[in-house]
């Protein structure tokens, strides 16, 4: 990946907010990793999040039904974030995690944690703060601002974000994205034990909060027929449309 200079990047106003939800394999990832980068700003991954709270769960030996003990053993975990969009970290209690976390394990088991309530009530404070940061002068970004990622951004968590999106994609397209990245192919078989990662954790997901349409106010992007560079294209355009064309 290429990065701009100062002079190419496209100028936003300081302290800005892009907040982005979507389903599991719409390439929310990867498109905010490059705009966070493009445009200068800090990047949140709030699945990853999750993940987090999710491995530290199970490493500590907790019953992830057990909601009390889930929701106590989350608020006391120390999560460290490294926002740098190219090189984005997650270290829990001094331990990397960065490559624990995308385990199949925690994929299987992450809604355990993402639907309760007490965790997501805990995280989300967390990500809030994290936003302040990167909105003032003391953050990585130093006051630029910050891509924030996940499943409740757009109404929860920054929703008076400037910029807000939808990040979607049909379910076949997120099947195979989602299949290439963890069996090197899109063939059936790969599609069918991909299934269950990204169609039952949506389904559990979406019992608590709605990410697959957009509230009011919200722009959508499919991305379904575009590839990367496409689709964060499309985004830059919608971020630059509601900030620079807006002034």
């Known amino acids: 990946m290429t990065t701009p200079t100062t002079q190419e990047r496209t100028t936003v106003p300081q302290g800005l907010v892009i907040a982005v939800d979507g389903p599991s394999g719409s390439g929310k990832s990867s498109v905010c990793r490059r705009v966070a980068a493009e445009l200068g700003l800090a990047y949140l991954d709030t699945g990853a999040m999750y993940r987090a709270a999710t491995w530290w769960c199970l490493e500590q030996g907790v019953d992830l039904t057990a909601t009390d003990d889930v929701a106590a053993t989350v608020r006391d975990m120390v999560l460290e974030m490294g926002p740098d969009p190219r090189f984005p970290t ?43 940061v990167e909105t003032g002068p003391e953050g990585f970004s130093r006051g630029a601002g910050v891509v924030v990622e996940g499943r409740d951004i757009t109404t929860v968590i920054a929703p008076d974000a400037p910029v807000r999106l ?31 990662q990204v169609v039952r954790r949506d389904r559990d997901d979406s019992t608590v909060v709605d990410f697959m349409t957009a509230a009011d106010g919200v722009v959508t992007v499919d991305s379904s027929d575009l590839d990367l560079d496409q689709t964060v294209a499309a985004v830059l355009e919608v971020v630059r449309r509601l900030t620079v064309d807006a002034t």
Do not use: C, M, P, Y
């Not at 979607?168 to 090197?184: F, I, N, P, V």
């Open 90 to 132: 997650f270290a829990v209690a001094g331990h990397d995690v960065g490559t624990a976390i995308r385990a199949g394990e925690i994929s299987a088991a992450v809604s355990a944690v993402a639907t309760n309530l007490e965790v997501r009530a805990d995280l989300g404070a967390r990500q809030r703060r994290v936003i302040d």
């Open 166 to 196: 939808l990040l979607t994609a049909s379910e076949e397209a997120r099947l195979a994205r989602r299949a290439k990245e963890l069996h090197g192919a899109a063939d059936a078989r790969a599609i069918e034990a991909t299934r269950d």
